[in-house]
């Protein structure tokens, strides 16, 4: 659409500007990833921008606004999914990556979600560009502490045991420093 002066819609301003085309959300909906329960994870294997393209004529602002808007209906029509068996169990969706600087991905994730807050992970003093290692430093915290790693969230339906940690040149530093933060 911008013929490659944009790799992707800053501050979701092009969606904004377009109209959705309704017939194309209903046939992604259908999927059946999005209908699939949870836990689950996705990308661009499972919808590739060909499966899209299939599903619509619409061009320009209204492709953007369309594909934004599947974004947020698929994800809000998945928290209804866990939450309505479940008595509402998720208050708070934590939004990372490029997806939380898109203040209109973020304006449709919040009307269309029911008594689900929707938060940028920034809000947590964590920045939404370094999410995996972020993780990762958490895992090796929890795996130091004892902590078991998994639980339901993860879909192993047991306990799952801590992480190794195998010992380094800076171990003892290491150990120094957690010892007194």
Not at 86 to 102: D, L, M, P, S, Y
Not at 134 to 150: C, D, E, I, M, R
Not at 168 to 173: D, L
Request: glycine share 8%; charged share 20%; aromatic share 8%.
């Amino acid at each position: 659409f911008t013929k490659n002066k944009n790799a992707y819609d800053r501050g979701g301003k092009i969606a904004a500007q377009g109209t959705v085309d309704e017939k194309a959300i209903e046939k992604l909906l259908k999927n059946s990833f999005i209908n699939k329960n949870s836990p689950k994870s996705t990308g661009r294997d499972d919808f590739p921008f060909s499966l899209f393209l299939k599903c619509t004529k619409s061009r320009g602002k209204n492709q953007v606004a369309t594909a934004t808007e599947f974004t947020a209906r698929s994800i809000c029509k998945t928290l209804k999914k866990i939450n309505k068996p479940h008595k509402n169990t998720i208050h708070t969706v934590i939004v990372c990556g490029g997806g939380a600087k898109n203040t209109y991905l973020m304006k449709r994730l919040s009307e269309l979600s029911e008594n689900v807050s929707i938060q940028p992970i920034e809000k947590y003093q964590l920045n939404s560009q370094l999410v995996e290692a972020q993780a990762f430093a958490l895992l090796g915290y929890l795996s130091l502490k004892g902590v078991a790693l998994g639980g339901p969230w993860t879909g192993v339906s047991s306990f799952a045991p801590p992480g190794w940690i195998t010992p380094g040149q800076n171990w003892s530093h290491l150990l120094t420093k957690l010892t007194h933060s």
